[in-house]
């Protein structure tokens, strides 16, 4: 369960970028709460990107992702070998909030993730499958377990699933 700070950070980050994110996954298979719990958590509420980046999915450096006009290094947690250790990494930089965005959706069309898109019931499953596919360095339980309460905020506020 989440307090009520998680649901008013939420709630100001889905005003915010809800309509951008819901336009941007119609029809893609992916849940609504499970992409804005993923953004809000990735992105610290879009206060932690990397400095100038526009980069809400905490995706790492791709000169082929489309929309990428360079790369930002930052300092962050990755999981090497089971140790959690601070790292500074290369993340993709975008023109503008919305590039990002469609930048992180375009991450999770890659067919590593097709089947998180397609078979998950919930987004809590959805947001597993796509961490055990790869999406983080961070194991995948650990993973689902620091995006639960943003996820069910999304859900009680947005009350929106799959966007069809």
């Known amino acids: 369960m989440y307090g009520k700070a998680t649901y008013n950070r939420i709630k100001q980050f889905t005003d915010k970028y809800g309509i951008g994110i819901a336009k941007s996954i119609a029809n893609t298979g992916l849940y609504f709460p499970a992409v804005v719990g993923q953004s809000a958590y990735e992105s610290g509420y879009g206060d932690r990107i990397p400095p ?10 791709n000169p082929n992702l489309a929309g990428v006009i360079g790369y930002v290094e ?14 500074k990494q290369k993340f993709a ?28 019931k919930s987004p809590e499953q959805q947001i597993l499958m796509i961490a055990e ?31 069809v």
């Open 74 to 87: 930052s300092d962050t947690t990755e999981y090497i070998k089971g140790v959690k250790k601070n790292v």
């Open 52 to 61: 100038n980046s526009n980069n809400f999915g905490g995706i790492k450096y």
């Open 93 to 120: 930089k975008f023109r503008d909030a919305e590039s990002g965005f469609k930048a992180h959706i375009q991450v999770l069309m890659l067919d590593r993730y097709k089947n998180a898109r397609l078979n998950a």
């Open 133 to 163: 596919s790869g999406y983080t360095t961070t194991p995948p339980q650990t993973y689902l377990n620091n995006l639960k309460s943003l996820i069910e905020a999304s859900r009680d506020y947005s009350k929106l699933g799959r966007i």
